[in-house]
Protein backbone atom coordinates (compact mmCIF):
# COMPACT_ATOMS: atom_id res chain seq x y z
CA UNK A 1 0.00 0.00 0.00
CA UNK A 2 1.05 3.64 -0.45
CA UNK A 3 1.28 6.05 2.05
CA UNK A 4 -0.37 9.51 1.33
CA UNK A 5 0.93 12.12 3.36
CA UNK A 6 0.05 16.53 3.22
CA UNK A 7 3.50 17.55 2.77
CA UNK A 8 3.64 21.10 4.19
CA UNK A 9 3.52 23.96 2.68
CA UNK A 10 2.12 22.59 -0.52
CA UNK A 11 -1.29 24.17 -0.18
CA UNK A 12 -3.44 21.10 1.15
CA UNK A 13 -2.36 19.30 -2.25
CA UNK A 14 -1.97 15.51 -1.44
CA UNK A 15 1.44 14.26 -2.24
CA UNK A 16 1.86 10.48 -2.79
CA UNK A 17 5.31 9.02 -0.89
CA UNK A 18 7.43 6.86 -3.28
CA UNK A 19 9.67 3.90 -2.10
CA UNK A 20 13.19 4.99 -1.05
CA UNK A 21 16.01 5.34 -3.87
CA UNK A 22 19.10 3.15 -2.84
CA UNK A 23 22.38 5.65 -2.82
CA UNK A 24 25.89 3.77 -3.91
CA UNK A 25 29.23 5.31 -4.01
CA UNK A 26 32.27 4.46 -7.14
CA UNK A 27 34.66 3.53 -6.01
CA UNK A 28 33.24 2.53 -3.08
CA UNK A 29 36.62 2.10 -0.59
CA UNK A 30 39.96 3.93 -0.58
CA UNK A 31 38.99 7.39 -1.78
CA UNK A 32 41.68 9.72 -1.22
CA UNK A 33 42.03 13.39 -1.46
CA UNK A 34 41.73 14.74 -4.92
CA UNK A 35 40.08 11.73 -6.29
CA UNK A 36 36.73 11.42 -7.86
CA UNK A 37 33.66 9.24 -6.68
CA UNK A 38 30.48 9.08 -8.62
CA UNK A 39 27.44 9.07 -6.33
CA UNK A 40 24.57 6.82 -7.75
CA UNK A 41 21.25 6.83 -6.91
CA UNK A 42 18.87 3.92 -8.15
CA UNK A 43 15.52 4.62 -8.57
CA UNK A 44 12.85 2.32 -8.27
CA UNK A 45 11.07 3.97 -11.03
CA UNK A 46 11.39 6.75 -13.41
CA UNK A 47 11.87 10.54 -12.03
CA UNK A 48 11.40 13.87 -13.28
CA UNK A 49 14.06 15.09 -10.36
CA UNK A 50 16.84 13.31 -8.46
CA UNK A 51 18.12 15.72 -5.39
CA UNK A 52 21.49 14.95 -3.96
CA UNK A 53 22.10 16.20 0.23
CA UNK A 54 25.21 16.10 1.54
CA UNK A 55 25.43 16.45 5.71
CA UNK A 56 25.55 19.61 7.08
CA UNK A 57 24.01 21.18 4.31
CA UNK A 58 20.60 22.79 3.65
CA UNK A 59 19.05 22.08 0.22
CA UNK A 60 20.20 19.78 -2.26
CA UNK A 61 23.41 20.12 -3.02
CA UNK A 62 23.22 19.10 -6.98
CA UNK A 63 20.57 18.01 -8.70
CA UNK A 64 19.83 15.98 -11.84
CA UNK A 65 17.22 17.77 -13.47
CA UNK A 66 17.44 16.44 -17.26
CA UNK A 67 14.02 15.58 -17.79
CA UNK A 68 12.63 11.97 -17.08
CA UNK A 69 15.52 10.03 -15.24
CA UNK A 70 15.31 6.21 -15.37
CA UNK A 71 16.99 3.69 -13.52
CA UNK A 72 20.44 5.69 -11.93
CA UNK A 73 20.76 9.34 -11.23
CA UNK A 74 25.11 9.79 -11.16
CA UNK A 75 26.48 12.89 -9.25
CA UNK A 76 30.43 13.74 -9.57
CA UNK A 77 32.64 15.06 -6.73
CA UNK A 78 35.25 16.07 -8.08
CA UNK A 79 38.56 16.25 -6.90
CA UNK A 80 37.60 15.37 -3.13
CA UNK A 81 38.66 17.25 -0.10
CA UNK A 82 38.04 16.27 3.78
CA UNK A 83 35.00 18.27 3.69
CA UNK A 84 33.43 15.77 1.75
CA UNK A 85 34.15 13.26 3.91
CA UNK A 86 30.17 13.50 5.21
CA UNK A 87 26.80 11.47 4.61
CA UNK A 88 24.92 11.49 1.56
CA UNK A 89 21.30 11.07 1.12
CA UNK A 90 19.04 11.11 -1.99
CA UNK A 91 15.14 11.46 -3.05
CA UNK A 92 13.27 11.90 -6.26
CA UNK A 93 10.33 13.14 -7.46
CA UNK A 94 7.80 12.79 -9.72
CA UNK A 95 5.35 14.40 -11.20
CA UNK A 96 2.23 12.35 -12.43
CA UNK A 97 0.72 12.00 -9.59
CA UNK A 98 2.79 14.41 -7.42
CA UNK A 99 4.94 12.50 -5.04
CA UNK A 100 8.53 13.12 -3.32
CA UNK A 101 10.29 9.73 -2.18
CA UNK A 102 11.66 9.15 1.05
CA UNK A 103 15.38 9.89 1.33
CA UNK A 104 17.43 7.10 0.40
CA UNK A 105 19.68 5.30 3.93
CA UNK A 106 22.91 7.62 4.32
CA UNK A 107 26.11 6.92 2.46
CA UNK A 108 29.18 7.61 4.12
CA UNK A 109 31.96 8.99 2.45
CA UNK A 110 35.14 8.05 3.82
CA UNK A 111 38.37 10.20 2.54
CA UNK A 112 41.98 9.04 3.26
Do not use: I
Not at 11 to 26: A, E, N
Not at 43 to 67: C, I, N, T
Request: proline letters at 9%; glycine letters at 8%; a negative charge.
Amino acid sequence: PTAVSLSPGCSGLWHQWLPRPSLSLHPSQGVSLGDTVTLRCHLPRPAARVDLYKEGYSGFEKQADMGMVHDVAEFLLVSVKMEDAVRYQCQYQVLEPPGTSKMSVPVELVVT
